[in-house]
C-alpha cells in the first residue's frame, strides 16, 4: 500500500540515502510529492517524484517544475525488495491520477547499485553524465 507523506514525517528525509541534502520545502512543494510503502512495517520505503517537462540532467533542473514528466529521484527502503515495490505502486498511482504525465524517469546517481537496481526492473538507460544518469521505466 502507497500513502503520500505526512507534514508530520518530514524526519524521514534525514534517512535519505541518495540526497539527504534536498530541503523539505522542495520534496512536499507542489506539484512535487513523496510517497511511503507500507506492506511489513509501518514504513518499507519512500520514493520522491518530482513534476517536469524535460528529463533532468541534474539537480539544478530537477527544480525546474512542470507536468509530463515524473522524476523518481530518491528511494530508499528498510525492507528487502520495496524499493522496487514502491516505484512500481507509485508508477501505477500516477498514471490512474496524473493523465498528462507522458514519462516516467529517474534522476539517480552514477553507481554500480542505482545501475543495477534500475536495469533489474525493466528500466532503460537514457543519459550517462558525469554526476548522475536516467533511466526510463515504460
Known sequence: MIRKI????HH????????PHIETAFRIAPPNEVYVYSY?????????????????ANE????MTG???ATF?????YTKGAGTEIIFAVKEHIEKTKPNIERFVTLSPC????????LKNGATLL????????????
Open 6 to 9: 505526512h507534514p508530520h514525517e
Open 12 to 19: 524521514l528525509f534525514q534517512k535519505d540515502p541518495v540526497r
Open 40 to 56: 511489513h512495517n509501518d514504513i518499507d520505503a519512500v520514493i520522491c517524484v518530482a513534476y517536469n517537462d524535460n528529463v533532468p
Open 60 to 63: 539544478s533542473e530537477l527544480r
Open 67 to 69: 507536468s509530463t514528466v
Open 73 to 77: 529521484y530518491t528511494v530508499w527502503s
Open 111 to 118: 553507481t554500480e547499485m542505482a545501475t543495477r537496481f534500475h
Open 127 to 138: 543519459n550517462k553524465y558525469e554526476e548522475y544518469q536516467n533511466f526510463e521505466y515504460k
